[in-house]
C-alpha cells in the first residue's frame, strides 16, 4: 500500500514541480485529439484538414487556456460543417451560442464541455466528461454538461446522415433530421436522462457523508447511466451499440478511479469523532484524516 501512495506522491510532486509545461502539454494534447477528431468525423473543408496543419494549430493552442482551445476547435468544427451543409454549420453555430449564453447566465465555468462533450461522444465515451464534472466540479457545471450533450447527438445524427446531405437529388434537410431524429427520436431522450442521471448521482454521493463516498459515486454513476442507455438501444433496437457501450463505461470507471486515486487521498482507516462547544453550539465532527507517510530522515556518518 505505501508504495502505491508513494508512487502517487512523487507523480505530484514531479507534475506540480513543471506544472506550466504539464498545463501547455495538456491543452496541446486536448487540442490535437479534438481536431483529429473533427477531421475523422467530417473532413469536408480539406484546406484545415491536412495533418501538418492540425499540427501546427494544436502547438499554437497549447498556449492558450482551455476555454480558448475550445472556441478554436468550434471554429474549426463550423468551418468544416460550412463545407458539408451551410444549414449544419448554421445550427451548430446556434447551438455554441444558446450553450454559452446559458452557462454564463447560470455562471457554469467549464464552458469547454460544449467542445469536450461531443469530442468524447466520438470514443464513444462521453460520459467521462458528466463523471469528471461532477467529481470536481460544482452542481452548475450541469448546464455545460447538458449543452454539450445536445451538440454532440447533433454532431452525431449530421455525420450519420452525410451522404444524404451531399446528395443533390435527396429531400435531405437539417431541420427534418432534427425533427425526426432528436426531437422526434426516442434514443436521444435516453442519452440525455443518462448523462443527466450519472452527473447527479456522481455529485450528490460523492459530498455525501459516507466512506469511500468518491469510489462509490464512481459506481453507482456508471451502472445508472449503463441501465438506462442500455434500456434505451434494446427499445429502439440498436443492440449492436452495446459493445460500444460497455467499452465506453469501462473507460470512465477506469477514469473515475485514477481521478479518485489521484486526487481524494483520504484514509478511512483513521476516522476520528471530535465534540466542541461555544456559546451558542455544540458541535459533534467527523474528520477523516488524509493519506500521509513520514518519511524517513536517514543521518549519513563520515567515518
Not at 101 to 130: G, L
Not at 249 to 258: D, H, I, Q
Not at 268 to 286: A, G, L, M, N, P
Amino acid at each position: 500500500m505505501n508504495a502505491f501512495i508513494n508512487f502517487r506522491d512523487g507523480i505530484r510532486q514531479f507534475v506540480l514541480a513543471r506544472e506550466m509545461v504539464f498545463i501547455k502539454i495538456w491543452h496541446g494534447l486536448v487540442a490535437l485529439v479534438g481536431l483529429l477528431a473533427i477531421s475523422h468525423n467530417f473532413g469536408y473543408n480539406k484546406t484545415i484538414s491536412p495533418l501538418p496543419i492540425t499540427l501546427l494549430v494544436s502547438l499554437a493552442c497549447a498556449f492558450f487556456p482551455m476555454d480558448g482551445v475550445a472556441l478554436v476547435l468550434s471554429a474549426f468544427l463550423l468551418i468544416d460543417l460550412g463545407s458539408l451543409s451551410t444549414e449544419a454549420a448554421i445550427v451548430a453555430f446556434a447551438l455554441l451560442l444558446v450553450g454559452y449564453m446559458i452557462c454564463a447566465y447560470f455562471r457554469s465555468k467549464n464552458t469547454y464541455n460544449m467542445v469536450a462533450v461531443p469530442i468524447c461522444y466520438s470514443f464513444n465515451a462521453p460520459y467521462v466528461m458528466a463523471m469528471a464534472n461532477a467529481l470536481m466540479g460544482s452542481l452548475n457545471e450541469i448546464c455545460s454538461v447538458i449543452m454539450g450533450t445536445i451538440t454532440a447527438y447533433y454532431l452525431h445524427i449530421i455525420k450519420n446522415n452525410a451522404a444524404a446531405i451531399l446528395d443533390e437529388t435527396s429531400d435531405v434537410s437539417v431541420v427534418a433530421l432534427i425533427k425526426e431524429q432528436i426531437i422526434g427520436g426516442k434514443m436521444f431522450y435516453f442519452f440525455m436522462a443518462a448523462m443527466i442521471a450519472m452527473f447527479l448521482i456522481v455529485y450528490f454521493v460523492r459530498t455525501a457523508s459516507i466512506h469511500m463516498s468518491w469510489l462509490v459515486a464512481d459506481v453507482v454513476g456508471v451502472l445508472a447511466e449503463f441501465i438506462i442507455m442500455l434500456s434505451g438501444f434494446i427499445i429502439t433496437s440498436q443492440r449492436g451499440e452495446i459493445p460500444g457501450l460497455i467499452l465506453g463505461n469501462v473507460l470512465v470507471l477506469l477514469v473515475g478511479f485514477v481521478l479518485n486515486y489521484f486526487i481524494m487521498d483520504l484514509d478511512y482507516s483513521r476516522i476520528e469523532k471530535v465534540q466542541f462547544e461555544d456559546d451558542d453550539y455544540y458541535y459533534y465532527v467527523t474528520a477523516v484524516p488524509k493519506i500521509r507517510i513520514v518519511k524517513e530522515d536517514k543521518e549519513v556518518k563520515t567515518f
